[in-house]
C-alpha cells in the first residue's frame, strides 16, 4: 500500500486548499483513509478520516464545518477540502490507511493506521 499526499501550499487566511491523497498497490474501497497534521515539536494531530464506501466521515472539533472528506475509489483518491483556513491550521498534513474504520475519536488512533503518505505542507499565513 502506497499513498501519495499532495495539494500543500502557502496561502493566506480565509483562503481554501484542497489536499489529495492518491493510492497504489490496493484496492481503495479496502480501505478507510485518515488525514492528520503536525506541526514541528508536537503530536500528529487527527483532522478527519473517512470510512470505506465513503458514507461515513468524522472530523475534529477544530475543523468541523470548514473542512470536508471525500473519495473517489474509481481514481484511488480522498480529497480533503480545506476552507476558511486560519494560520493554526499551518502543518504538514499527511494520509494513512487502514483497513477497519472506527467512527469517533477512535477514527484517529495513530497506531490503527497501517500505511501513510509522505505529508503535504499546508502554510496559512499573512
Known amino acids: 500500500v502506497q499513498l501519495q499526499a499532495s495539494g500543500g501550499g502557502l496561502v493566506q487566511p480565509g483562503a481554501s486548499l484542497r489536499l489529495s491523497c492518491a493510492g497504489s498497490?490496493?484496492?481503495?474501497?479496502?480501505?478507510?483513509i485518515g488525514w492528520f497534521r503536525q506541526v514541528p515539536g508536537q503530536e500528529r494531530e487527527g483532522v478527519s478520516c473517512?470510512?470505506?464506501?465513503?458514507?461515513?466521515?468524522y472530523y475534529a472539533d477544530s475543523v468541523k464545518g470548514r473542512f470536508t472528506i471525500s473519495r473517489d475509489n474509481a481514481k484511488n483518491t480522498v480529497y480533503l477540502q480545506m476552507n476558511s483556513l486560519k494560520p493554526e491550521d499551518t502543518a504538514v498534513y499527511y494520509c494513512?490507511?487502514?483497513?477497519?474504520?472506527?467512527?469517533?475519536?477512535?477514527?484517529?488512533?495513530?497506531?490503527?493506521?497501517?500505511?501513510w503518505g509522505q505529508g503535504t505542507l499546508v502554510t496559512v499565513s499573512s
Open positions: 494513512a490507511a487502514r483497513p477497519s474504520f472506527a467512527y469517533g475519536p477512535s477514527c484517529f488512533r495513530v497506531v490503527s493506521y497501517a500505511s
Open positions: 498497490g490496493f484496492t481503495s474501497d479496502y480501505y478507510a
Open positions: 473517512i470510512n470505506r464506501s465513503g458514507g461515513i466521515s
